[in-house]
DNA sequence: GTCTATATCAAGATAGAC
DNA sequence: GTCTATCTTGATATAGAC
């Protein structure tokens, strides 16, 4: 712990910068809002985040963090057999506390938003995607299975990301068993 | 063809629209850009869309009649039986012209980023959606199969549209052999 | 490290002439 | 229906004091 640094202050920012994006939704995040949120002036702010990129980057990698440890867990509890990878992603999408969930859907949803037209911002998000696609085709199933499971959580949280479709927990459960057979299922 | 109104104007002026977000991005969408690449006064355009997000809406809406008729040419090869929409909804995904494709990606992806802000605007594409659901309801299939496949072919989307991963053509292959055969064996 | 004050700018929208 | 000119706002970022 000898690096105390601006660490601590730069969480707090970032703790204020959700906080602004769950209340008033994304295009109020302003360096003013956050600013006023995390009681400190705009001079402080970008001192600890030169640009509003810097925090926004900042903001995407913890969230990118937080769903890299709900995974990690999940992870841990499957048995290392054909498919373990799947199961802990399903495990991941579906058992998450629902408010929860919804919390980081807006999260996301917003940062993608805000995002989107500047690509390098999202790198972080590519990088993730890239070692779980690696983990996904060494996951021992038939070709393609895992990564169908993997873009029916994806679409599954797309309809969420932007409120385009909100399944019924009926229909969920539904399609998660459905995904579940896909994993358990022998090759045909 | 009584009522020819300024129908035209409004086309020409959502072809420019795109024209401006395909060329230089979703953050360049400026009313100015547009009217400039209309060859329009900004004072023209506004004539015709009253606000920006008059604008976007029909971009949107347009969008949606696109991909809202590739999905009906693929129902109509499609024999009556179970499992026709998903089948119908996994060839209007993979067999679009690639650069098609692409475009229409990178259109959706601004036009979300966007607007993710404003919900209301998203209104026409919830509708879509609840629509062809009903139809993914009624197909047929096992619960969940359906939806299933849907959701696997827009979390494909998903990571096309902000670029979030790339699956390669045999990934691709797989994923799609998957799916049909989701669709095409019986009930376990 | 944090503050105030200010520079700068881009963009949406309005008003009114033609 | 289309144009020019202008207003207004809201946001990022900088400069420099404390």
């Known amino acids: 712990m000898k690096?105390?640094?601006?660490?601590?202050?730069?969480?707090l920012l970032i703790d204020a910068a959700e906080a602004v994006v769950l209340r008033d939704g994304g295009s109020t995040l302003t360096l003013d809002a956050v600013a006023?949120?995390?009681?400190?002036?705009?001079?402080g702010l970008l001192y600890h985040f030169p640009s509003k990129d810097a925090l926004i980057e900042a903001m995407i990698e913890?969230?990118?963090?937080?769903?890299?440890?709900?995974?990690?867990?999940?992870?841990?509890?499957?048995?290392?057999?054909?498919?373990?990878?799947?199961r802990a992603l399903v495990r991941a999408m579906f058992d998450r506390p629902p408010e929860l969930a919804e919390k980081e859907s807006r999260m996301s949803a917003s940062l993608l938003a805000g995002v989107a037209n500047q690509p390098r911002l999202l790198d972080p998000l590519r990088n993730a995607y890239a070692r779980w696609m690696k983990a996904v085709a060494a996951d021992g199933l038939p070709p393609g299975?895992?990564?169908a499971v993997f873009a029916a959580l994806d679409g599954i949280w797309l309809w969420s990301l932007f409120g385009i479709y909100q399944p019924t927990p009926t229909q969920l459960r539904a399609?998660?068993?459905?995904?579940e057979e896909l994993i358990a299922t022998d090759a045909s």
């Not at 690096?3 to 969480?11: C, I, V, W």
């Not at 006023?36 to 001079?43: M, N, R, T």
């Not at 990118?64 to 990878?85: C, H, K, M």
Request: charged share 30%; glycine share 6%.
């Open 145 to 147: 299975r895992s990564m």
């Open 175 to 179: 399609i998660r068993i459905v995904l």
């Open 36 to 43: 006023a949120e995390a009681k400190v002036s705009k001079g």
């Open 62 to 86: 913890r969230l990118i963090r937080t769903f890299t440890a709900s995974l990690e867990l999940a992870l841990q509890s499957e048995p290392p057999t054909r498919g373990r990878f799947a």
């Open 3 to 11: 690096k105390t640094r601006t660490g601590n202050s730069r969480e």
